[in-house]
């Protein structure tokens, strides 16, 4: 199941420390942090398998790379920019 405009804040674990499911932001908060009229508690979706793909940067990665010490014996990560797209325009098009 897709929910779309739910982001996922928080990986829940079970008593073993598998992962069972994330659960999603609290709802209808105020600017002062207070309860709201309109507040809905996140929801828990628990499942079988979870599919974390929001990079390695993503809060939900984070949570996981901490929980389960994902870094031990491992190099630091790595990042870099790279090109999405190149275009090839024609010389008379444009200016440097």
Known sequence: EIYPGF????????DVGA???VATCDM????????GANYTRGMELLCKYVLIGEGER????????????????????KFC??????????PENHRP
């Open 19 to 21: 992962v069972i499911g």
């Open 7 to 14: 982001a996922a804040t928080d990986v829940l674990f079970n």
């Open 58 to 77: 993503g809060s939900l990665a984070k949570q996981l790379i901490a929980k389960l010490d994902l870094q031990k014996d491992r190099e630091p990560q």
């Open 28 to 35: 209808g908060i105020e600017n002062n942090g207070e309860l």
């Open 81 to 90: 920019i790279g090109i999405k797209e190149l275009w090839q325009v024609n």
